[in-house]
């Protein structure tokens, strides 16, 4: 993206970077996107690290984020960290309210009074709770159906209040699904199961979900970063293909060279170990068939990345039909 390139060189080459969540799946793609543009990149993590080209400040983010970090050095935020998403459901919600939105507007507010130009906070589409049939966009009122969701939702409008009186531009962004290799989180583990042969021929559904990749989502930060005028704009991230997980299933399938399966299990027998599952959990008996399950498999959730297309040109550069070989070949490095 030649537009992407020219304007990550002129506003974000040699300046100074401070990036949290930096050992994640996104962060450390950032990290080395950054490093590529010569910016002189500051970490904040709660343990050393061993990578070398990269200063360290520790700072646990369960803890008040501290008054003595030396921020007037850095000219932008990168703000990735955060309490991740339990599917277990096991993470108390004063948890999730300390780390992803205490911390965040602590650091934000710090950010602001040392002059940092730009924080750019990575928020979640499940601010906006789980989509109805509809492709949600920017102005889609959040309605998030858990405490992850609820503390990102609550994140972002303490950043809006933040920048209505800060000189510091505020820009939050909200991906979809994201994938590309390496990936963890729920497609690894469908991967997994598509290799193993535990994952069943789920039936084609016309529910899409939407995904973007961690490559596509990295120069979206970073084009956001050098915008002139983000200040306490929303920016939500997807490729704009539909995918299901039944189109997921194939994919996986193909690439990792398994015979393509023309059969599906009948969605009223799906729907009936929901049931069954629903009633045994009821009765304390944890069972993996639940309405949870039902949502992640079947449930809609598009969303809308029209509004950073228009307003700064940016287009995804890949799908996920087109990283899967790759994905799946650092699977099975991984696997050895």
């Known amino acids: 993206m030649d537009a992407f390139k020219s304007s990550c060189a002129i506003s974000l080459k040699g300046k100074s970077c401070l990036v949290t969540g930096s050992t994640g799946f996104v962060g450390s793609a950032l990290v080395g996107k950054l490093l590529s543009l010569d910016c002189r990149v500051t970490v904040l993590a709660r343990t050393a690290i061993s990578e070398q080209v990269v200063d360290v400040w520790l700072q646990d983010l369960a803890k008040p984020i501290r008054a003595d970090l030396p921020l007037d050095k850095i000219d932008y935020v990168f703000h990735l960290a955060g309490k991740a998403h339990d599917l277990s459901g096991t993470t108390q919600e004063q948890d999730y309210f300390r780390v992803n939105t205490e911390a965040t507007l602590e650091l934000a507010e710090l950010a602001g009074k040392a002059g940092v130009k730009c924080f750019v906070f990575v928020s979640s589409v499940k601010a906006a709770g789980e989509p109805d049939g509809r492709v949600y966009d920017e102005l889609t009122v959040g309605m998030p159906i858990d405490c992850y969701g609820r503390s990102k939702l609550a994140a972002e409008a303490g950043l809006r209040q933040l920048s209505e009186r800060s000189a510091m531009q505020i820009a939050i962004v909200r991906p979809s699904l994201v994938y590309g290799p390496c990936v963890k989180g729920n497609l690894y583990s469908m991967l997994r199961a598509v290799d193993l042969r535990w994952f069943p021929p789920l039936p084609y559904s016309s529910c899409f979900r939407s995904m973007v990749s961690r490559d596509d989502l990295v120069n979206a930060i970073l084009l956001i970063a050098g915008g002139a005028n983000v200040g306490g704009k929303l920016y939500i991230l997807s490729d704009g293909e539909h995918y299901t997980t039944r189109l997921i299933y194939d994919a ?85």
């Open 252 to 336: 996986f399938r193909q690439a990792l060279g398994l015979p393509k399966v023309d059969w599906s299990i009948p969605m009223p027998l799906i729907s009936f170990a929901i049931y069954i599952g629903e009633m045994l959990n009821k009765m304390g008996m944890a069972t993996p068939f639940n309405k949870k399950t039902w949502t992640k498999l079947f449930g809609p959730a598009q969303y809308s990345a029209e509004k950073i297309r228009r307003e700064l040109g940016w287009q995804p550069q890949s799908t996920f039909y087109d990283m899967v070989p790759e994905i799946v070949r650092h699977y099975r490095i991984d696997r050895k």
